[in-house]
């Protein structure tokens, strides 16, 4: 066969420097951008701190979910008095100010993503799972484990890469041998296990510890060490040695790395209110707010020499850049937030019994974008609302069917749960199999096992220990 050239036609995409620098900022919680934008700051002498801005987000970022009328002047001094409770104290000053400085009150201690990502470019990975790594990474809660679906993680690598659940569940496998053992599961039992596989082989207890939580870690807490010795066949030293080889392992092994947890204190990105019966969002301003160009380096342009005048062009470049980029990440919160208050005005309402299902599709064909856009635009975002500043991930919720044909959120099935399990006679508690009964009397179909699921989401103990508890 002798080579040949031959030319095709086709289509693919390319990520720009400016799109990449866009999805970058817009997955940024909202401390995350303030460090971003400090660090760019004091890197680009095209950029500086507007000084006769106030602090609070430009009248544009108002919005009504049912109305598009003007803000009175009240509004005016609400949000200004919403957002000077959170940046008033704490917004970066003109440049130089190091005492307004925000990178200047962090002090910094290694966090789990940076111990985990660390590791993962250290692994002999290729490319394309290293970005499968970065994402299992990134959805890592801070006590280490994996809450995120499969489903939620392909979504936040598209555009760039598309993969399946089978090649993400390889890659966190190699995630799942890093330190601290234990990390990347996705429950207790997966945990545990985890952890007696990186003990030595020759450990005293640890082939009975995995039998433990493999078949009786559900009845752990109510039959002892006689009734683990009776269960495993074995005697009682032994089951005793294998559970204190249990107790010796870490149910949170991401708590282990880093110092306070990061969501201890957190920055909402937008705030809901109510006014004269009509939910509206605003952005809260930050110092992102008071973010220009340097007019004075921008005149020197004209005037310097070819080679100072190219310099200067291109930090120009990159500062108009980041000024459009942040502005376009506030628009997307914007109608992200906007349609989650349209859709779930009845838990702004009533509460999480109110919360009717929702989910990521839905929003971002209501709002005209991509499920990853959505996706990334409410990583690590929060809102304050007057049921308190919550997580935009606490707006979604998968539906369960009704007797009647509807959809029931199961967020509000969990709160049924609850409520039923507070009224319950604590000498006669409620099984799982009699919860089940009351919810589909109520209309509410759901499995006994699926009650399991959401009774332990709730740390509510199953029927036997509420009585001992009783």
Request: aromatic residues 4%.
């Amino acid at each position: 066969m002798k080579p040949r050239l031959q030319t095709s036609l086709g289509q693919h995409l390319v990520l720009t420097p400016q799109l990449r620098q866009a999805l970058h900022l817009l997955q940024l919680s909202a401390l995350e951008l303030e460090a971003e934008i400090a660090s760019a700051v004091e890197s680009n002498p095209l950029l500086d701190w507007r000084e006769d801005a106030p602090i609070q987000a430009p009248a544009a970022d108002a919005a009504e979910t049912g109305s598009s009328a003007a803000a009175t002047d009240t509004e005016e001094s609400t949000r200004w008095d919403v957002e000077e409770s959170w940046y008033g104290s704490s917004a970066a000053g003109p440049a130089g100010d190091d005492d307004n400085d925000p990178t200047e009150r962090l002090v910094h201690t290694e966090s789990l993503r940076e111990h985990l990502s660390w590791q993962l470019h250290l692994s002999h990975l290729s490319p394309r799972d290293r970005g499968i790594g970065e994402a299992l990474i990134d959805a890592i809660d801070d006590d280490g484990y994996l809450r995120a679906s499969f489903e939620d993680i392909a979504l936040t690598l598209q555009p760039e890469l598309q993969c399946g659940g089978g090649e993400i569940l390889a890659v966190l496998r190699q995630i799942q041998r890093m330190d601290p053992a234990g990390v990347g599961a996705r429950d207790l039992r997966e945990c545990l296990l985890l952890q007696l596989d990186a003990l030595p082989a020759d450990a005293p207890g640890r082939a009975l510890a995995g039998r433990i939580v493999s078949e009786l870690i559900e009845d752990l807490p109510r039959i002892g060490v006689d009734g683990l010795a009776e269960a495993l066949a074995c005697d009682a030293c032994e089951a005793g040695t294998a559970l204190q080889l249990l107790r010796s392992l870490d149910p949170h092994p991401g708590a282990q790395i880093g110092g306070i947890a990061s969501d201890t204190y957190v920055a909402p990105d937008c705030a809901i209110e109510r006014h004269q019966g009509i939910w509206k969002v605003t952005l809260v301003g930050g110092p992102h707010s008071r973010l220009t160009i340097h007019r004075g380096y921008e005149r020197m342009i004209q005037h310097a020499s070819e080679a100072d005048a190219g310099y200067l062009r291109g930090r120009l470049q990159e500062a108009r850049w980041l000024l459009k980029n942040v502005q376009a990440r506030g628009e997307t919160l914007l109608k992200v937030v906007r349609c989650l208050a349209r859709q779930q005005s009845g838990f702004l309402e009533f509460g999480p019994q109110a919360l009717r299902p929702l989910t990521l599709r839905e929003v971002a064909a209501e709002i005209g974008m991509h499920e990853s856009t959505v996706s990334r635009a409410i990583a690590r975002k929060y809102v304050h609302t007057p049921r308190g500043t919550l997580p935009l991930r606490q707006f979604f919720a998968s539906g369960v069917g009704t007797d009647g044909g509807g959809q029931t959120s199961s967020t509000a099935i969990q709160q049924m749960i609850r409520s039923l399990v507070d009224a319950e006679n604590p000498h006669k508690p409620l099984s799982d199999a009699r919860l089940a009964e009351a919810l589909k009397a109520a209309g509410v179909a759901v499995a006994r096992r699926t009650v399991t699921k959401y009774r332990e989401a709730l740390n509510i103990p199953s029927s036997h220990d509420r009585v001992r508890l009783g």
